[in-house]
């Protein structure tokens, strides 16, 4: 197990509009304000579309919105995003996965980051998953 305390946290609220690719938009947000170790906190909006990543699927799974964003979640490093969205539509089903590039804002998407101050968090290669897994450290 890898952790680390944070006795600080700084918060960034953003709202992306009309057309931006909301993975884009997020990873930019995270550079533009350096952010090391953030989170969501809240995030509210539509899709007009959206491309996810389904539990244990190998390719991406395209739909077509308009979408409600039900929630939105997940860690941000300087050098990548681990991120799960879930999306309702107009017959109320709802549908998650990883978010990847694609998913296009319909009219808006209010957001709020938190990054937590000491700790850093990195996306390194973990041969146990095969994935780029978070790793920790810093704090204190």
Same mark, same amino acid.
């Given at each position: 197990?890898?952790?680390?305390?944070?006795?600080? *946290?700084?918060?960034? +609220?953003s709202?992306?509009?009309? =057309?931006? %690719?909301?993975?884009?938009?997020? &990873?930019? *947000? /995270?550079? &533009?304000?350096? !952010?090391?170790?953030?989170?969501?906190?809240?995030?509210?909006?539509?899709?007009? #579309?959206?491309? *996810?990543? *389904?539990? =244990?699927?190998?390719?991406? +799974? $395209?739909?077509?919105?308009?979408? &409600?964003?039900?929630?939105?979640s997940?860690?941000?490093?300087?050098?990548?995003?681990?991120?799960?969205?879930?999306? +309702?539509? /107009? %017959?109320?089903?709802?549908?998650?996965?990883?978010?990847?590039? =694609?998913?296009?804002?319909?009219?808006?998407?209010?957001?709020? !980051? /938190?990054?937590?101050?000491?700790?850093?968090?990195? $996306?390194?290669?973990?041969? #146990?998953? =095969?994935?780029? &897994?978070?790793?920790?450290?810093?704090?204190?």
């Amino acid at each position: 197990m890898q952790s680390a305390e944070s006795h600080s *946290l700084r918060t960034i +609220a953003s709202r992306f509009t009309p =057309g931006e %690719d909301l993975r884009d938009a997020i &990873e930019r *947000l /995270a550079h &533009e304000h350096h !952010v090391e170790a953030g989170c969501i906190l809240s995030a509210v909006g539509s899709l007009t #579309a959206a491309t *996810l990543r *389904l539990a =244990g699927a190998e390719t991406f +799974a $395209r739909f077509t919105g308009p979408f &409600e964003i039900v929630s939105l979640s997940g860690t941000i490093s300087p050098n990548g995003v681990h991120l799960h969205l879930s999306i +309702a539509g /107009a %017959d109320g089903n709802t549908i998650g996965g990883h978010l990847v590039h =694609g998913c296009t804002v319909h009219t808006t998407v209010e957001i709020v !980051v /938190a990054d937590m101050g000491g700790v850093r968090f990195a $996306r390194v290669p973990d041969p #146990a998953t =095969g994935y780029k &897994e978070l790793n920790i450290w810093g704090g204190g």
